[in-house]
């Protein structure tokens, strides 16, 4: 089992930048696919990008690619989530989440392990 825990959320101004982080704890983070999501109000949770385990493969939602950049430090046991150029529609809830089971990377299955989530509010 693996526990999350997000951080850098925040207040910005449309085109601003932010990072967040997903701390892990437990079983070893290197052994996991980690997703960062989002869910705004009255909207469905979305995946906006992916890592694999080995880091080596990413995957972006046509909604962030080119402005948002996830990666991982596997001796910190955390994964970033880089956003640039932030919108006013970006505003959300943003979780992480973790995945033991191998499937393809743009699928939003199997994510057994879920952060508290972190807010972040763009203003316009």
């Known amino acids: 089992q693996v526990q999350l825990v997000e951080s850098g959320g925040g207040l910005v101004q449309a085109g601003g930048s932010l990072r967040l982080s997903c701390a892990a704890s437990?079983?070893?983070?290197?052994?996991?696919?980690v997703g960062w999501f989002r869910q705004a109000p009255g909207k469905e949770r979305e995946i906006l990008a992916s890592i694999s385990r080995t880091g080596d493969n990413r995957y972006y939602s046509e909604s962030v690619k080119s402005r948002f950049t996830i990666s991982r430090n596997s001796a910190k046991n955390t994964v970033y989530l880089q956003m640039d150029s932030l919108k006013p529609e970006d505003t959300a809830v943003y979780y992480c989440?973790?995945?033991?089971?191998?499937?393809?990377?743009?699928?939003?299955?199997?994510?057994?392990?879920w952060g508290q989530g972190t807010q972040v509010t763009v203003s316009s």
């Open positions: 989440a973790a995945r033991y089971r191998i499937v393809l990377l743009p699928s939003t299955a199997g994510y057994d392990y």
């Open positions: 437990g079983r070893t983070f290197d052994s996991y696919d």
